[in-house]
């Protein structure tokens, strides 16, 4: 069941799907309950007309004396009548949170539909660094009318959260966002999405949508990234260490791996782990190994006898940058291991063609910035102390410490949500999402629950179908490369001179294709 006064009030054509006869079961049930009770124990009443017409009274509250006509001074025992009460009021209460509760349930993304967001992202997916985790299939799927764009949700209780921007050509993105709120509608449930980007809550809130920042992404330029200087000491510090303990490491692609060395990583990511929870909606895939990824980047850390001793595993943001996705380490290793495959990744980047890397998300960054400077008000320290107990249950501090040593280009990230939800029914909905609070209640009244593990998609046609998107996308025309302080000062003069008419260089051929692409063509002529 869901809200059927807002579908009159509304004036909505859908109406939530009603069963009459269950139902009349619970109301009647309640009734028989009392009249039972009544008549085991009826106290001073006599006859059965008294006996049912004073649990009928009983049930709906009505309080009978020895003076109330029809009853000749008989009463039923003060118990039976309170417990009445009780349960008519356990009812009501359990009608109210059945009637408040969504009466959607989450239909998890098909093969079809992450096919399609698969080519989405093929064909935009510089355009966020959260894209890719849209093909978790523990999501559902909206798509605009030419299915041109997509919004990836889960509904929690009586919220359809949704997570980062959507998906998809800019140009249907108001298409796809309207789709999504008429879903709302029809289910009645309220919507809210987590961690959208500037540009993807500027989309939202000319949908109606308020906005409120959450937070902020670390994001590492690969061209400005140097351990040198005074601010990088900590890291470098780190990182020296670590190579002096004689440790290595190895920057590969998931399909890179063979099926032992991939079943050691899983197995060693899951040890590692212990007793943590397994978080993630917005900003983790949660499901390391899976066959499609195999463009995903793997970091591992060796110690001197080359067992791994770390591991960082990236998801793939377009065609040029990463997004972590995992982080763990061996608490038996060196101090600084994290520190170290950050430094190697960068360093291997060129190898990759990797420019930018995305980080941990760390929420009220700038609540711990402000606090740190000099002159920060009452008001900015109390939060940031309250913020710091906190951490000791969700490292909401540390996360922001372990990023900004990298001395990072913070992305703001922003929570949306309705008018009529609050921000703590949206942050807690959003938490749950997460996996940072707990889901409470049965599920008839907080909705099904969502499965631990995704679905395993490994047969050979679905294989190939993502293999052909990923071979696309590698072929489509190649972006403009890095480039360092000399070849932009060449750049710029060469744009000086023509715009005073002079060519800068004689006749070129355009570049309008890459090495691989050229490669896979005339395989034959190897």
């Known amino acids: 069941a869901a809200q059927p006064w807002r579908c009159l009030w509304r004036g909505l054509s859908q109406m939530t799907i009603t069963r009459p006869l269950r139902r009349m079961t619970r109301h009647f049930s309640q009734i028989f309950l009392t009249l039972g009770l009544t008549f085991a124990f009826p106290h001073t009443l006599v006859g059965t007309r008294e006996k049912v017409r004073w649990a009928a009274m009983a049930t709906v509250g009505d309080h009978v004396s020895t003076h109330s006509p029809y009853f000749t001074g008989h009463i039923g025992h003060h118990w039976v009548f309170a417990l009445a009460g009780a349960a008519s009021a356990a009812a009501l209460l359990l009608g109210v949170l059945v009637l408040s509760r969504a009466n959607h349930a989450n239909q998890f993304l098909s093969r079809e539909d992450e096919l399609q967001v698969r080519r989405l ?14 093909t978790r299939r523990d999501k559902s799927v909206v798509f605009s009318a030419d299915r041109s764009a997509a919004i990836l949700f889960r509904v929690i209780g009586s919220v359809s959260v949704a997570s980062a921007d959507p998906i998809g050509d800019r140009n249907s993105w108001s298409a796809a966002i309207t789709t999504w ?6 289910h009645s449930v309220h919507a809210a999405v987590i961690a959208a980007s500037a540009d993807g809550a500027r989309a939202y809130r000319d949908a109606g949508l308020r906005t409120l920042d959450m937070g902020d992404e670390a994001i590492i330029d690969v061209d400005q990234f140097t351990l040198r200087g005074p601010a990088m000491k900590p890291v470098r510090q780190a990182v020296n260490r670590v190579t002096a303990a004689g440790y290595t490491v190895r920057v590969r692609r998931h399909g890179e791996l063979g099926a032992a060395e991939a079943a050691e990583i899983a197995e060693v990511a899951e ?14 895939l949660n499901r390391l190994g899976d066959p499609v990824d195999g463009d995903c980047l793997l970091v591992t850390a060796h110690d001197a006898g080359g067992t791994i001793r770390g591991l960082l595993s990236f998801v793939p943001w377009g065609s040029r940058g990463v997004s972590l996705d995992l982080m763990r380490r061996d608490r038996a290793g060196e101090n600084g291991i994290i520190e170290f495959m950050v430094a190697g990744l960068v360093d291997r980047c060129g190898q990759t063609g990797i420019d930018r890397i995305s980080l941990n998300f760390a929420m009220f960054r700038s609540v711990y910035a402000n606090a740190d ?21 969700y490292q909401l501090e540390q996360l922001y410490r372990s990023n900004q040593k990298y001395q990072p280009t913070w992305i ?17 909905a959003s938490g749950i999402a997460e996996g940072f609070l707990p889901k409470l209640g049965p599920a ?11 679905e395993v998609r490994d047969d050979a046609e679905f294989l190939a179908a993502v293999a052909g998107i990923e071979r696309a996308a590698r072929c489509r025309a190649t972006r403009e490369p890095r480039r360092g302080d000399q070849h932009r000062a060449r750049l710029a003069k060469r744009a000086t001179l023509e715009g005073l008419g002079m060519p800068a260089h004689p ?10 692409c050229l490669v896979e063509e005339y395989t034959g002529l190897a």
């Open 444 to 454: 008839f009244l907080t909705g099904p629950g969502v499965p631990k593990d995704q």
């Open 121 to 134: 992202l093929a064909a935009h997916g510089d355009d966020d660094s959260l894209g890719y985790f849209a």
């Open 373 to 393: 400077r000099v002159g920060a008000g009452p008001i900015t320290r109390g939060t940031d102390a309250l913020l710091g107990f906190a951490s000791r249950f």
């Open 271 to 284: 040890r590692w782990r212990g007793e943590d929870v397994e978080r993630g909606f917005s900003m983790a």
């Open 412 to 428: 703001p990230r922003v929570l949306c949500y309705q008018p009529p939800l609050s921000v703590l029914r949206a942050s807690i």
């Open 181 to 186: 709120l008429q879903n709302c509608r029809e």
């Open 507 to 516: 006749l070129a051929v355009p570049r309008d294709t890459d090495i691989g």
